[in-house]
């Protein structure tokens, strides 16, 4: 029998994962040793009994094998929080592709553990009177400083540790030798940093209806019949989905049980935290980028004791260890942030579904617009379709109407604004009424060029053009280079150097010009980098402190403004035109989820879709909210090609800062899918490549990139194809250490 090592974590904390150590597996162990299991290991040179955590297992040793001890025993507590952490990360790191580390330091939600805050209290161990006679007798002994605490006590049986430290200037000291004679006794309570600040007020009783009540029992019913499954709300724009996860997270509390709400940008954070803690109080807490590292570890803390029900977050949510898991849920699910760009490339839709499965969980996943993905699988019998085609109380869907921005031309008009919206902006602002502007852009400008001779100002780092911000400064959104831009063009001298396309910026300074009298707020990516700018931005816009918020892809993402009567979408089919399979898909959900925004209240809406493609289908069905007949029409392409979901396809991609090097290596990873496609019986030709060649942009940050694209029905069989892919690199491994390679599963973008 072939022998067995196994690599072993012994102290589980973030800042120690990249520290495993390789220890045998003893033939009495091998079937109870697997990746996530607690084990006892020999520690050191004394040998010290630890306990350890599995994280990998291999045929081969990595040392000497003389010098590799073995595994001591399996521990009898098994599987822990973390030991669940683990074997999640061990499915990321097979299902995904990278390092055990990498998909560890993903699933570890805090860096490392940090001291807990206390709260020290002092409090009084007998009457005020023998105080006060114990503080005289101090006095004539010239022991003043007990004396102060004695008298303080008299008058208040309980104060503050640090109020007698610091303003009655006692020692530490002194406090220990009255503990002593049993004056007085010190407390210590350990207190969490909440990140969320208190929400006063109950939630409004809302009357659900019947497509509502119906979603909410099917789900806990099925749970409680002990079969959770997976479902999907397809449900229009204001039909009430959130009251739906509301309905089932309250009922699963009620079995105490608890609830990842995954939500897709952090700006949804706010309005969604405000109903929810409304509705549970305390209980719900938050996890996302911009809480502290303090407060990271206590939301973690709390979640393990079984200290909260609920926590609401982007994808990096989803790993809250959360002892008794009853429910994820994922709204929005078709938007492209549930997809990592970091090693592993994981996906929250599926990795929920992991999660869900090993503690026999629910997941509910929720859309207006779902991802090709999901709907796709409801056709298959995998995942429960549920239909909610009613908005929520008195409101109706808004009248859309296309404008032609070419015969906008033809007519003089040169502005970002067509004559429509501008009409009808001005109806909004005199009635009082608010305005939503959607682009998808950020910045000034898009790049800058020369008119005369067509120069682009590129990045010298990456091969991409820079764009051009406020107060003339041009700046790579890949790598943060930043150069002032220049009077004339360095290619021919001329002074036709201009930007090209509007940006967030440029739209602000329009409105200001065209409506002077005009509150306006901006929110893109410049605007919200601040910690609570998302909320600030928000909070200001639903108070109605002002009149038009213009912004970027975040302002369209399930945010609910009663007051909103107008949505104007700006170059709508600007996302058409990305080199992109899932242009379309994006392209229509985009247009649906701004539209949605619009009459939301008890004011009908409108919306403006202002496009250079009216034709185009992902722009007709969007007008009409119409997602049945858009799925028809693109998964026809989807088959004809091969594109996910009917098959699936995995990128990758080799970086390395010498070119030659990474296109040879690219070049030799592309011949060996070749080969197992050719060595393959009949079925071989199931598997289908697309490459090796230069990605989209070819360098990034000095680093040149090629790339090549595998295609098959299977997901598993492209699974097989990775595992070979990494066996040759790691076989490789001394000649490849200036080189990344990166795998990418039905990825999100081209590269």
Same mark, same amino acid.
């Given at each position: 029998m072939a022998e067995r090592y196994a690599d072993v974590i012994v102290d589980i904390s973030h800042e120690k994962v990249d520290r495993p150590f390789q220890y045998r597996v003893p033939p009495q162990l091998l079937e109870a040793v697997y990746p996530g299991v607690r084990v006892h290991v020999p520690f050191g040179r004394g040998d010290r009994d630890k306990i350890g955590y599995v994280v990998d297992l291999s045929d081969r040793a990595d040392y000497p094998v003389d010098k590799i001890k073995d595994i001591m025993a399996v521990d009898e507590k098994g599987i822990t929080a973390q030991s669940s952490q683990i074997q999640i990360a061990y499915w990321m790191k097979r299902q995904y592709g990278s390092t055990m580390i990498a998909a560890l330091k993903t699933v570890l939600p805090v860096r490392r553990a940090l001291k807990q805050l206390e709260k020290k209290k002092v409090t009084a161990c007998v009457d005020a009177g023998t105080l006060q006679d114990v503080a005289v007798q101090c006095e004539q002994k010239h022991q003043v400083a007990k004396a102060r605490v004695l008298r303080a006590l008299a008058e208040d049986e309980v104060l503050p540790y640090e109020l007698i430290r610091q303003k009655l200037n006692v020692s530490s000291a002194t406090l220990l030798a009255l503990e002593k004679q049993g004056y007085l006794k010190t407390e210590t309570e350990h207190i969490y940093r909440n990140p969320v600040k208190r929400v006063e007020g109950r939630e409004k009783q809302v009357v659900l209806r019947d497509d509502q009540r119906t979603v909410i029992e099917e789900v806990v019913g099925d749970y409680r019949a002990g079969r959770p499954g997976t479902y999907l709300i397809h449900g229009v724009t204001g039909s009430g989905k959130t009251e739906v996860y509301l309905g089932i997270i309250e009922q699963m509390i009620a079995m105490g049980k608890q609830a990842i709400m995954l939500i897709p940008e952090i700006a949804l954070t706010y309005q969604t935290l405000l109903r929810f803690y409304k509705r549970f109080g305390e209980r719900v807490s938050v996890m996302n980028s911009t809480l502290s590292a303090g407060e990271k570890y206590d939301q973690v803390s709390r979640a393990a004791a079984g200290e909260l029900d609920v926590i609401i977050g982007p994808r990096s949510a989803l790993f809250t260890p959360f002892p008794n898991l009853g429910v994820i849920i994922m709204d929005e699910e078709h938007e492209s942030s549930y997809k990592s760009e970091s090693s592993p490339k994981y996906h929250a839709r599926e990795t929920a579904i992991r999660i869900a499965s090993m503690h026999k969980a629910s997941v509910v996943l929720g859309s207006a617009t779902p991802s090709m993905e999901a709907y796709y699988r409801t056709k298959t019998g995998e995942y429960k379709l549920f239909e909610m085609t009613k908005r929520h109380g008195s409101s109706t869907l808004p009248g859309v109407y296309i404008i032609d921005m070419?015969?906008?031309? $033809?007519?003089?008009?040169?502005? %970002?604004?067509?004559? *429509?919206?501008?009409? +009808?902006m001005e109806r909004r602002l005199e009635a009082g009424e608010q305005i939503m502007l959607f682009l998808n852009r950020r910045g000034y400008a898009g790049f800058v060029s020369c008119r005369a001779c067509g120069h682009v100002m590129k990045c010298p780092h990456c091969d991409v053009s820079l764009s051009e911000?406020?107060?003339?400064?041009? %700046?790579?959104?890949?790598?943060?280079?930043?150069?002032?831009?220049?009077?004339?063009?360095? &290619?021919?001298? #001329?002074?036709?150097? !201009?930007?090209?396309?509007?940006g967030t910026e440029q739209i602000e300074e329009a409105l200001h010009k065209e409506f002077p009298g005009a509150r306006i707020l901006r929110m893109d990516a410049d605007t919200t980098r601040k910690k609570e700018s998302y909320e600030k931005i928000l909070e200001a816009f639903a108070d109605e402190k002002a009149d038009i918020l213009v912004g970027t892809q975040m302002i369209v993402k399930g945010h609910?403004?009663?007051?909103?009567?107008?949505?104007?979408?700006?170059?709508?089919?600007?996302?058409?035109?990305?080199?992109?399979?899932?242009?379309?898909?994006?392209?229509?959900?985009?247009?649906?989820?701004?539209?949605?925004?619009?009459?939301?209240?008890? $004011?009908?809406?409108? =919306?403006?879709?202002?496009?250079?493609?009216?034709?185009?289908?992902?722009?007709?069905?969007?007008?009409?909210?119409?997602?049945? #007949?858009?799925?028809? &029409? &693109?998964?026809?392409?989807? #088959?004809?090609?091969?594109?996910?979901? %009917?098959?699936?396809? !995995?990128?990758?991609?080799?970086?390395?800062?010498?070119?030659?090097?990474?296109?040879?290596?690219?070049?030799? !990873?592309?011949?060996?899918?070749?080969? !197992?496609?050719?060595?393959?019986?009949?079925?071989?030709?199931? +598997?289908?490549?697309?490459?090796?060649?230069?990605?989209?942009?070819?360098?990034?940050?000095?680093?040149?990139?090629? =790339?090549?694209? =595998? *295609?098959?029905?299977d997901y598993e069989e492209l699974v097989k194809v990775k595992d070979r892919l990494e066996l040759f690199c790691k076989e490789r491994e001394k000649e490849l250490h200036n080189l990344t390679v990166q795998y990418d599963f039905d990825p999100i973008n081209t590269y």
């Amino acid at each position: 029998m072939a022998e067995r090592y196994a690599d072993v974590i012994v102290d589980i904390s973030h800042e120690k994962v990249d520290r495993p150590f390789q220890y045998r597996v003893p033939p009495q162990l091998l079937e109870a040793v697997y990746p996530g299991v607690r084990v006892h290991v020999p520690f050191g040179r004394g040998d010290r009994d630890k306990i350890g955590y599995v994280v990998d297992l291999s045929d081969r040793a990595d040392y000497p094998v003389d010098k590799i001890k073995d595994i001591m025993a399996v521990d009898e507590k098994g599987i822990t929080a973390q030991s669940s952490q683990i074997q999640i990360a061990y499915w990321m790191k097979r299902q995904y592709g990278s390092t055990m580390i990498a998909a560890l330091k993903t699933v570890l939600p805090v860096r490392r553990a940090l001291k807990q805050l206390e709260k020290k209290k002092v409090t009084a161990c007998v009457d005020a009177g023998t105080l006060q006679d114990v503080a005289v007798q101090c006095e004539q002994k010239h022991q003043v400083a007990k004396a102060r605490v004695l008298r303080a006590l008299a008058e208040d049986e309980v104060l503050p540790y640090e109020l007698i430290r610091q303003k009655l200037n006692v020692s530490s000291a002194t406090l220990l030798a009255l503990e002593k004679q049993g004056y007085l006794k010190t407390e210590t309570e350990h207190i969490y940093r909440n990140p969320v600040k208190r929400v006063e007020g109950r939630e409004k009783q809302v009357v659900l209806r019947d497509d509502q009540r119906t979603v909410i029992e099917e789900v806990v019913g099925d749970y409680r019949a002990g079969r959770p499954g997976t479902y999907l709300i397809h449900g229009v724009t204001g039909s009430g989905k959130t009251e739906v996860y509301l309905g089932i997270i309250e009922q699963m509390i009620a079995m105490g049980k608890q609830a990842i709400m995954l939500i897709p940008e952090i700006a949804l954070t706010y309005q969604t935290l405000l109903r929810f803690y409304k509705r549970f109080g305390e209980r719900v807490s938050v996890m996302n980028s911009t809480l502290s590292a303090g407060e990271k570890y206590d939301q973690v803390s709390r979640a393990a004791a079984g200290e909260l029900d609920v926590i609401i977050g982007p994808r990096s949510a989803l790993f809250t260890p959360f002892p008794n898991l009853g429910v994820i849920i994922m709204d929005e699910e078709h938007e492209s942030s549930y997809k990592s760009e970091s090693s592993p490339k994981y996906h929250a839709r599926e990795t929920a579904i992991r999660i869900a499965s090993m503690h026999k969980a629910s997941v509910v996943l929720g859309s207006a617009t779902p991802s090709m993905e999901a709907y796709y699988r409801t056709k298959t019998g995998e995942y429960k379709l549920f239909e909610m085609t009613k908005r929520h109380g008195s409101s109706t869907l808004p009248g859309v109407y296309i404008i032609d921005m070419r015969e906008e031309l $033809k007519q003089g008009n040169r502005s %970002v604004f067509s004559t *429509k919206l501008h009409d +009808l902006m001005e109806r909004r602002l005199e009635a009082g009424e608010q305005i939503m502007l959607f682009l998808n852009r950020r910045g000034y400008a898009g790049f800058v060029s020369c008119r005369a001779c067509g120069h682009v100002m590129k990045c010298p780092h990456c091969d991409v053009s820079l764009s051009e911000h406020r107060g003339g400064r041009l %700046v790579c959104h890949y790598c943060g280079y930043e150069e002032n831009r220049p009077a004339v063009c360095p &290619e021919c001298g #001329s002074r036709y150097l !201009m930007g090209f396309r509007a940006g967030t910026e440029q739209i602000e300074e329009a409105l200001h010009k065209e409506f002077p009298g005009a509150r306006i707020l901006r929110m893109d990516a410049d605007t919200t980098r601040k910690k609570e700018s998302y909320e600030k931005i928000l909070e200001a816009f639903a108070d109605e402190k002002a009149d038009i918020l213009v912004g970027t892809q975040m302002i369209v993402k399930g945010h609910d403004f009663p007051n909103v009567t107008l949505v104007g979408i700006l170059a709508a089919d600007l996302s058409l035109n990305q080199n992109d399979y899932r242009a379309g898909e994006r392209t229509f959900q985009l247009l649906t989820q701004a539209a949605g925004r619009a009459g939301r209240g008890d $004011k009908p809406g409108e =919306v403006v879709i202002q496009t250079y493609q009216p034709e185009h289908y992902s722009i007709v069905h969007a007008a009409n909210q119409d997602y049945g #007949s858009f799925y028809e &029409e &693109e998964i026809i392409y989807r #088959s004809f090609m091969q594109y996910p979901p %009917v098959a699936h396809m !995995m990128a990758v991609l080799v970086t390395s800062r010498e070119q030659q090097t990474g296109k040879e290596l690219c070049g030799q !990873m592309a011949s060996l899918v070749k080969e !197992m496609r050719d060595s393959r019986d009949k079925d071989g030709g199931a +598997l289908q490549m697309i490459g090796p060649t230069e990605a989209v942009i070819s360098r990034i940050n000095d680093q040149y990139r090629y =790339v090549f694209y =595998v *295609k098959h029905r299977d997901y598993e069989e492209l699974v097989k194809v990775k595992d070979r892919l990494e066996l040759f690199c790691k076989e490789r491994e001394k000649e490849l250490h200036n080189l990344t390679v990166q795998y990418d599963f039905d990825p999100i973008n081209t590269y």
